[in-house]
């Protein structure tokens, strides 16, 4: 199971990576083409498609690597085992959120399946399912965080970008 996790988020990154270079690629192409006078509504349509997979996947490999900005002005100076306590409610609050986002998700996605773009016949539907898929996978991330909390309960150092 942990080979077809880490094979999962390596997949994950190398599609955000590539999915990332074509959205540059498109938008920079459309503004060259406007230049010439030329339009081709497409690419904007496909760039705004990349731009909300490549966003929710890059936030769940941001949330899985612990490179959010997290703010812990108050916390840091609290005991130890106070700070995971309170790290472990901030990701149970956090797992709400993200179960709520599936749920209303998958509601819209189903809700859009009828709506396509203006200029491409993709459903609009397969960029709402992104922001579900990324948060499914953020919903594992944060279960190993969780885990990996109550795992460490007693050892002395913090969990990092808990709070």
């Known amino acids: ?7 999962f988020c390596r997949a ?11 959205l540059i690629f498109f938008v920079f192409m459309s503004a060259i083409l406007r230049f010439f006078r030329l339009s081709m509504s497409w690419n904007i349509d496909l760039a ?4 909300a997979w490549t966003a929710f996947l ?12 997290g703010v812990d002005l108050v916390t ?3 005991p130890v085992k106070v700070q995971k306590v ?9 797992m709400v959120a993200l179960v709520l986002i599936v749920v209303f998700g998958i509601s819209l996605a189903v809700v859009e399946r009828v709506r396509t773009y203006q200029s491409i016949p993709i459903p609009y539907s397969l960029m709402t399912i992104s922001l579900v898929v990324a948060a499914l996978s953020m919903i594992h991330s944060t279960i190993l965080k969780i885990k990996r909390c109550v795992i460490n309960f007693n050892r002395k150092e913090t969990e990092g970008g808990a709070a």
Do not use: N, P
Request: aromatic share 16%.
């Open 12 to 22: 994950e990154v190398i599609i955000c990576g590539i999915g990332f270079m074509f």
């Open 76 to 78: 840091r100076r609290f």
């Open 86 to 94: 309170i790290s472990i409610a901030i990701y149970l609050i956090i």
């Open 48 to 51: 705004l498609f990349l731009l």
């Open 58 to 69: 890059g936030a769940d490999i941001a949330w899985r690597s612990g490179q959010l900005v």
């Open 1 to 7: 199971m942990r080979k077809i996790y880490h094979a």
